[in-house]
């Protein structure tokens, strides 16, 4: 997972992190979660058809594939991850709409709010 200090947009997620320490300790409580957040690429730019490839109605789309991104930017293992929502301008969100509107076909969809629906559910949150 990527990001930036202020993206336009971002994709939170409800991480939960499994603390593994070495042999003869022992920590309390040994899970705890986060919210692990991801910016989103600029629409039609490499990486913005993250939704697409990483989401499905609103929930991550291959469990495994989830734990393993969420690994790799922690850095630690990770017991559980769930898509919160996108965070996003108006802005973005227009982009967003009309790079989907250029190509409904690579989403199998007759409309954008058929895509949108789709890949995020309900988890569309502007700010």
């Known amino acids: 997972m990527t990001g930036s200090d202020d993206p336009a947009a971002s994709y939170l997620f ?3 992190v499994r603390l593994d320490p070495d ?15 991801r910016a989103a690429d600029p ?4 990486g913005w058809l993250f939704f ?7 929930e991550i789309g291959d469990a495994a ?12 293992p990770v017991e559980s991850v769930s898509f919160s929502e996108l965070r996003t301008s108006d ?10 509107a250029e190509d409904l076909d690579a989403f199998n969809a007759d409309s954008v709010s058929e895509v949108l629906k ?10």
């Open 14 to 16: 409800r991480v939960t």
């Open 23 to 37: 042999s003869g300790y022992r920590a309390e409580p040994d899970t705890f979660e986060t919210v692990l957040s």
């Open 43 to 46: 629409p039609g730019e490499a």
């Open 52 to 58: 697409r490839d990483t989401l499905w109605r609103g």
């Open 65 to 76: 594939h989830g734990r393993r991104l969420a690994e790799d930017a922690l850095g630690m």
């Open 91 to 100: 802005a973005y969100l227009d982009d967003l709409k009309a790079a989907i």
């Open 118 to 127: 789709k890949y995020l559910g309900s988890s569309i949150h502007v700010r």
